[in-house]
């Protein structure tokens, strides 16, 4: 399954202004995942440290909105669900480590489980 970066993105790297750079990979390849992962900190960690949490938060859920969104597809096998499981459990780490250390133990409890969970109805 070839996909671009803003693929797997969509509503993430259209809502941010941050700079990406739009790249193409199999979603089982190491590389590529591995990429997407330094992409996402990357974005992840320039936005908090110019708009600060809360800006961070809302664009993480709309990126975990996004891999939910693919999860759905028809086409993923458990190989690449896999994968998808493990970007969504990388998007947790920066908003959850800010609310760790800020003391907001019980923000971070909700955080984990919203961010893990694929049904936000």
Partial sequence: MLLHFKEIFPEFTQ????????????VLDKIFVQKCIQS???????????????????LSRIAIADLIN????????KETLCVINYLQLFLTFIPL???????????ALKWINYSMCDDFA
């Fill in 15 to 26: 809502k941010t202004n941050i700079f990406f750079e739009d790249f193409k990979g199999e």
């Fill in 40 to 58: 996402i900190y990357g974005m992840q960690y320039e936005i908090f440290q110019t708009l600060g949490y809360e800006q961070t938060n809302k």
């Fill in 70 to 77: 693919l999860k759905s597809s028809p086409y993923i096998n």
């Fill in 97 to 107: 480590n800010h609310l760790v250390m800020t003391g907001q133990h019980n923000r």
